[in-house]
């Protein structure tokens, strides 16, 4: 596949850690609404501990990577979602003000390295939502869990706005002077 043209959904997180998991909890749904409304070629949903190797390899050849991790700053709102978007050559940085990552080195540290590497997406898109619990065990709190729903249908639009569907199912119509033409159709199953 050409480099750039591939479209990553990545959950980051630990589902093991209550709402350190959201990330997992939106790709593992992302992942079972595939089965049975596919996803057009090229789109990729993967789940990630955050290890910068691993995110690295997840998105290195990508066009657009979608992320989705929980965050803990210290005065958190469980739920509110917090929504960047840059080319590659912005931020996140590791040398920013506030980091509140619950990863070894964090996401930002991800990307920073990933620059270096020359191994990038072309655009990135993340979401972090702040968390309540981070202890021992399955399950997202309420205020965490509440949205998920919001989050996939956000994730749709944007995927939508950067093109991701214009490659999806084809249907041949005739046009209004009777010339046929073809349209670009796609079923999603978020609406």
């Not at 990863?103 to 930002?108: P, S």
């Not at 991800?110 to 972090?128: K, S, T």
């Not at 202890?135 to 639009?157: F, H, K, Q, W």
Request: with cysteine; net charge neutral; glycine share 16%.
């Amino acid at each position: 596949m050409e480099a750039g043209s591939r479209t990553v959904v990545i959950g980051l997180g630990n589902e093991f850690r209550r709402d350190d998991g959201v990330g997992w909890t939106v790709a593992g749904l992302l992942k079972r609404r595939a089965e049975e409304f596919p996803l057009p070629p090229g789109v990729v949903v993967a789940q990630c501990d955050g290890d910068p190797g691993r995110l690295i390899e997840l998105w290195g050849d990508a066009g657009l990577a979608v992320v989705v991790d929980a965050c803990f700053p210290p005065a958190a709102e469980p739920g509110r979602t917090h929504r960047w978007e840059e080319a590659a050559g912005g931020p996140p940085s590791a040398t920013g003000p506030a980091r509140h990552s619950t990863h070894g080195l964090g996401f930002a540290e991800a990307v920073d390295l990933g620059r270096a590497l020359g191994r990038i997406p072309r655009r990135l898109i993340v979401y972090a939502v702040e968390g309540a619990d981070l202890s021992p065990g399955p399950g997202l709190t309420p205020a965490v869990a509440g949205v998920v729903p919001e989050l996939l249908r956000r994730i749709r639009a944007d995927l939508e706005r950067h093109g991701v569907f214009a490659g999806g199912a084809r249907g041949v119509h005739a046009g209004p002077t009777g010339t046929r033409r073809t349209e670009v159709t796609a079923r999603w199953p978020f609406a």
